[in-house]
């Protein structure tokens, strides 16, 4: 009974890998995630003051129309 099932699992296994030969590969992976090599110098959680502007942020950019 064994034979029986040896058989047909071995012509699974290489008709699988065949089907899998003729997939295209897939590409290498790309180089990242990048990180900018300098650090801003202002580096708080605060994003209404930023020490390089003199304004402080306002509803501008967020106003809807």
């Given at each position: 009974?064994r034979p029986r099932?040896?058989?047909?699992?071995v012509v699974?296994v290489?008709?699988?890998?065949a089907?899998?030969?003729?997939?295209?590969?897939?590409?290498?992976?790309?180089t990242g995630?990048?990180y900018?090599?300098?650090?801003?110098?202002?580096?708080d959680?605060?994003?209404?003051?930023?020490?390089?502007?003199?304004?402080?942020?306002g509803?501008?950019?967020l106003s809807?129309?």
């Amino acid at each position: 009974m064994r034979p029986r099932l040896l058989v047909p699992a071995v012509v699974l296994v290489l008709a699988a890998g065949a089907w899998a030969a003729s997939l295209a590969p897939t590409p290498e992976q790309t180089t990242g995630p990048f990180y900018p090599s300098v650090l801003p110098e202002d580096r708080d959680a605060d994003l209404i003051v930023i020490s390089t502007m003199s304004k402080r942020a306002g509803p501008g950019a967020l106003s809807r129309p």
